[in-house]
């Protein structure tokens, strides 16, 4: 007998055939049991009955798919949508980690750019670091790598270019590099080329100039040999003005109306010192 059979026979049990609404009442009964099961726990109604041919009888019914194939599509879809999300979560996470990273780097970037611009115009706005060089002030390298550094005496070695340096306050360690009138240079001659009146400005055959231009205030920055190819000399680009080191920097060539501003030095534990103030007229004539 089959499950519709078993279950027509058990609600005709219940209805009296001679009943003129039995039948009516039996389909109804019939239908709303069906609704039931199809709505009804497919888990507990596998658990409940027995099997036919391994399969519970609501398959042959009612279309109830199996609990073990439900239960098994089930948990591997679920599994990989797991393992699916959780791939996802680390990709997001190291992507958020080196976002971190690169946000911490620019943050440390640009703090440090900060302060240093903080104490640069720091500096600047204090009037010590627009003051002239001093007696006692020590010379230190105005850029490249040792940018800051004190210039030692063995720094500046004979025959080659001169070095750009800026006075420093020993005691504070303010540089005063609040004016470029303030930078100088340094070169290293035999000290029997050197005049009368440069030798006694000089230390150890290093003489210390003016690094601007008397003509038109440009920087002097050239070691090259001079017009009469004989001697290198100090040569301003902007117009080709040359100066004579050896001769209290006096112009050789060019359109400078007047020599380097020398300034006084002396070398002080190794260290090249400020003997003292500028000699000459820093720069340009200012037009009247």
């Keep these: 007998m089959g499950d519709q059979d078993r279950l027509f026979t058990s609600a005709a049990k219940r209805e009296p055939w001679n009943n003129r609404h039995g039948t009516k009442r039996l389909a109804q009964g019939l239908g709303s049991t069906c609704d039931a099961l199809r709505r009804a726990d497919p888990i507990s109604l596998h658990r409940s009955f027995p099997t036919i041919d391994g399969r519970s009888p609501w398959v042959h019914t009612f279309g109830v798919q199996p609990l073990s194939k439900r239960v098994s599509r089930r948990h591997r879809s679920g599994t990989e949508e797991r393992c699916h999300g959780m791939g996802e979560e680390r990709d997001n996470n190291a992507k958020r980690a080196a976002r971190r990273a690169f946000l911490q780097a620019l943050v440390a970037m640009g703090s440090s750019v900060l302060v240093a611009r903080q104490s640069r115009a720091a500096d600047e706005a204090n009037p010590a670091s627009e003051k002239r060089p001093q007696p006692g002030d020590h010379l230190v390298f105005s850029e490249g790598e040792r940018e800051g550094t004190i210039v030692a005496a063995a720094d500046v070695k004979s025959g080659n270019e001169p070095i750009l340096a800026w006075p420093m306050d020993p005691q504070s360690k303010l540089v005063r590099d609040g004016s470029r009138l303030n930078q100088v240079l340094l070169i290293s001659l035999d000290p029997g080329e050197l005049d009368q009146e440069t030798a006694p400005r000089a230390a150890e055959g290093i003489v210390a100039y003016s690094a601007i231009c008397t003509h038109a205030g440009c920087p002097v920055t050239g070691w090259v040999e001079g017009q009469d190819q004989r001697a290198h000399v100090l040569k301003c680009f902007c117009h080709n003005s040359e100066f004579d080191p050896r ?22 534990d190794g260290a090249i010192t400020v003997a003292g103030g500028f000699v000459g007229k820093v720069g340009a004539a200012q037009p009247a």
């Design 247 to 268: 001769r209290q920097a006096s112009v050789v060539f060019g359109p400078a109306p007047r020599h380097l501003a020398a300034l006084p030095i002396t070398v002080a």
